[in-house]
């Protein structure tokens, strides 16, 4: 799914399949490890603390989150990635 959305963005933004490729080989590997940090973390909070009627909310307030999370890797930490 990261690697779908990764080279998506590259492609869109006019970039070459070169460029996907690269993007997908550097940004996927770190993205991948954060959501597997971050997402057993807040659906152990959702399905102990949170009722039932609020799971949904909740999980879309992650996702909104995760969302913008992922668009700031999409820029931002390519861009620092290569100034290193």
């Known amino acids: ?3 779908a959305f990764f080279s998506s963005m590259a492609l869109m933004e006019g970039g070459s399949i070169e460029d996907a490729k690269y993007r997908v080989s550097v ?3 770190p993205t991948y490890l954060a959501g597997l940090t971050i ?3 807040v659906q152990s909070i959702n399905f102990a603390f ?3 009627i609020y ?3 909740f999980g879309s307030c992650f996702d909104l989150f ?4 992922l668009s700031w890797v999409n820029t931002e930490k390519l861009a620092m990635i290569e100034d290193q």
């Open 50 to 52: 949170i009722p039932l």
């Open 55 to 57: 799971r949904v909310p």
């Open 1 to 3: 799914m990261y690697a």
């Open 27 to 29: 940004l996927l590997l």
């Open 39 to 41: 997402s057993p973390i």
């Open 66 to 69: 995760w969302d913008s999370y």
